[in-house]
């Protein structure tokens, strides 16, 4: 078998383990199983109110309503991103922006609050939570209009803080985040069933946490804006909310909502592990959670690999949500990013063996861009080498979109329906 063989044996290897991963996320059956477990709580409600928001909202708003039986269903709206809306016969779908907030959003937030409102003691509001649902459902606090919210998240996301310091200021920007659904809710009765795409599949994260009262105290969205140097950007409105909020005391909260979790990056780590198994890998997790910056997390991997034993297939994998922070203007995401830098790590250090590098999202969906991440090889670097395109160009204006592009390295998967970070996939030859 040839060197270039071998990657491409390697790439399509890798491309398998992480579709398993996400086909162990698959949010259709994990809301269909839980509703049949907790079929107590539904059976006994006057009336069910359904509320869907994030990327998974369309499989598992099906889920619900094919479960469910019909004459109870008062309600159901769904709110997902652009790509993945469709129509549910006996639900309204609306579509929203994601990662940057957009009055569609704003809308589908005010139209969720309106069914939890409308909701009577005797009734059950199922909400069925994923990730990417904070973006899609913004709420300003009273005083900030929707472009000052969607100006201080732009802020956060090109600012390298992780996914809990954002979350922990857009709960706090917000009239639906941190358990704002559930007092929504109250008196009536909820069932949240949720997706997680978040370190720890902490309740309060998943899409911060709009049915969990929120854990952090008053102070902490302020802090973080100062801690990421944003305060001078962000918006008066915004700095006049937080530093009002930080010296207000905690408020109590009335809890009436049943939080389940049915989905998680844990569960996929898992499905990637048994598939590369199958597949004839040694396997190795690396990180169950694999953070921080993406340099980093790349330097990381490439350790990993040359620790690992030779004369045996291996495959090196993990599971989490890495950060870049953007300083320049071209396309791309994280895991873009991810891939392209460890081509070029290799590149500089060789591992000296045959080896296929995957990084992708699991929605289907890095960044601004169509493409789930990348599937890198010995093979990437030499590709755009061949074209006279510099890579170190290319990432000093974080532009791995095109310079994946050129390579033929892109990993597109369409959108999948679902949502659960994001995955790894190392194997070596």
């Known amino acids: 078998m040839t060197k270039e063989t071998e990657s491409t044996t390697l790439a399509g290897d890798a491309e398998t383990i992480f579709r398993a991963g996400v086909a162990a996320a698959d949010p259709f059956h994990a809301v269909a199983a839980a509703l049949e477990a907790h079929d107590g709580e539904w059976s006994q409600a006057g009336r069910i109110h359904l509320v869907a928001a994030g990327k998974a909202a369309v499989p598992m708003m099906r889920a619900a309503l094919d479960t469910l039986p019909h004459a109870k269903v008062a309600q159901a709206f769904a709110v997902t991103n652009y790509e993945n809306v469709a129509e549910i016969e006996g639900a309204e779908v609306a579509g929203a922006s994601h990662p940057l907030p957009d009055e569609n959003g704003a809308a589908a937030a005010r139209r969720i609050e309106e069914i939890a409102h409308d909701a009577a003691t005797s ?81 309060a994260i998943i899409a911060s946490g709009p049915t969990v009262p929120d854990p952090a105290a008053p102070g902490e969205a302020l802090e973080i804006v100062r801690r990421f140097g944003l305060e001078a950007d962000m918006p008066a409105s915004v700095m006049a909310h937080l530093e009002k909020r930080a010296a207000a ?74 950060s870049v922070q953007v300083t320049g203007r071209g396309k791309g995401g994280r895991n873009q990013e991810m891939a392209l830098r460890f081509a070029v790590l290799c590149e500089a250090s060789p591992l000296s063996r045959d080896w296929a590098f995957l990084s992708g999202g699991t929605d289907g969906r890095d960044g601004p861009t169509d493409a789930a991440g990348g599937i890198v090889t010995a093979e990437t670097v030499p590709a755009l080498e061949a074209k006279d395109l510099s890579v170190d160009a290319h990432l000093a204006d974080n532009d791995a979109f095109h310079a994946l592009q050129a390579a033929g390295a892109l990993l597109v998967t369409g959108a999948t329906g679902t949502n659960v970070a994001d995955l790894q996939v190392l194997l070596l030859g």
């Open 123 to 203: 009734d059950l509001v199922i909400c069925l939570v994923s990730g990417g649902a904070s973006a899609l459902l913004p709420a300003p606090a009273d005083g900030i209009t929707l472009a000052e919210k969607i100006r201080a998240n732009d802020l956060l996301l090109k600012s390298g803080a992780d996914i809990v310091a954002m979350n922990t200021v857009r709960k706090a920007l917000s009239r639906l985040k941190g358990g704002g659904l559930a007092r929504a809710i109250h008196p009536a009765q909820g069932l949240a069933l949720i997706l997680s795409d978040v370190p720890g599949d902490d309740l």
């Open 249 to 322: 005391p905690k408020g109590t909260f009335v809890q009436t909502t049943e939080n389940i979790l049915v989905g998680s990056n844990r569960i996929s780590l898992q499905a990637t592990e048994n598939a590369a198994r199958q597949l004839g890998y040694e396997t190795v997790i690396l990180s169950e959670w694999l953070e921080g910056d993406v340099q980093e997390a790349v330097e990381a991997l490439h350790a990993a690999a040359l620790r690992a034993p030779r004369g045996q297939k291996t495959a090196i994998l993990a599971g989490g949500e890495t």
